[in-house]
């Protein structure tokens, strides 16, 4: 058993596909198939089969994977800390953020690091904080920020920041300066679906006060949502930064929530089951210096 025939499989099993496999171990497929048909071979079972939308795991792939995971985390961390004995090491850090985050902080994120760490790279993904709690489970992520995620055995989270939910409506909207809790049910919102760090939240401080929202539509994303605000469709309720790094904010109403407001946290969550690392500890320190919020465009 090869570590390449375990990258390959890790690599199959992340993007459901041959091509895009090859493409992220660098090989070509026919060499990348070999490699997982040797090991297939040696196991003496399937561990892949075909479907109508790629390539997904047999139930034994499923139970190896986990394996192969724990190998491939295992050697990597094995070479980090190796490398860690030098004060300018080399190695790669993966961290993971929400798309409003890495809006403002990946530029001065990565100028930082390059600067501390000119022989090692920094890569940046961005996604939904459950996306990225599930990512950084599995070892994908070395680290991520997110908003309020839910409690997990296998992280530690470090509260970074807090910021003010406000109601947003259409442009020229007269609101008080202030919405209590209970009013909310009398504006229509257009919401984020679920699963959404805002949406959670919501449900977990407005359901136990029996508090009801009336929900026009669902969209995907954030700046989607103030879109269809700014067209009229309804109201909303984000937190502030979401406003200012939209192109279409400052045209917005607002109101302040509460009382009780309705706080946002974003945590820095690392896993509990991999020590850190040079490279890892002084990029966590680097996003505890970074106030995203300052890095978003001005509003036009």
Not at 67 to 80: G, K, M, V, Y
Not at 112 to 141: C, D, H, M, N, Q
Not at 265 to 294: H, S, Y
Request: proline residues 7%.
């Amino acid at each position: 058993m090869e570590f390449r025939q375990l990258e390959s499989l890790v690599a199959i099993a992340d993007t459901g596909s041959i091509s895009r496999a090859a493409v992220a171990v660098n090989l070509a497929q026919p060499s990348l198939s070999r490699q997982i048909a040797l090991l297939e071979e040696e196991l003496g079972q399937r561990l892949l089969v075909r479907t109508g939308r790629g390539v997904a795991l047999t139930s034994a792939g499923e139970a190896f994977i986990v394996h192969a995971r724990a190998i491939l985390d295992t050697s990597r961390r094995a070479s980090d800390e190796l490398r860690d004995m030098s004060d300018n090491p080399s190695g790669r850090v993966t961290v993971g953020m929400p798309p409003r985050v890495a809006l403002g902080m990946s530029v001065p994120l990565i100028q930082g690091f390059r600067k501390r760490f000119p022989r090692a790279v920094i890569t940046v993904l961005e996604g939904l904080s459950l996306a990225l709690r599930e990512s950084l489970v599995t070892g994908k992520l070395d680290m991520a920020l997110m908003f309020d995620p839910l409690p997990s055995p296998q992280l530690a989270y470090e509260p970074l920041m807090r910021e003010r939910l406000l109601l947003v409506a259409p442009p020229h909207s007269k609101l008080p300066a202030r919405v209590a809790l209970t009013a909310l049910g009398n504006y229509a919102m257009v919401l984020p679906n679920a699963p959404n760090a805002i949406r959670g939240l919501l449900d977990q401080i407005l359901a136990p006060r029996g508090i009801t929202l009336e929900v026009l539509a669902e969209v995907g994303a954030v700046q989607t949502v103030l879109a269809l605000v700014a067209e009229g469709m309804g109201c909303t309720i984000v937190p502030e930064s979401a406003l200012a790094s939209s192109s279409v904010g400052e045209k917005l109403s607002r109101a302040s929530i509460g009382p009780p407001a309705i706080w946002n946290t974003l945590v820095l969550a690392t896993p509990l089951a991999r020590p850190g690392t040079l490279l890892t500890r002084e990029t966590a320190q680097l996003l505890r210096q970074i106030d995203f919020r300052k890095g978003l465009p001005a509003r036009h």
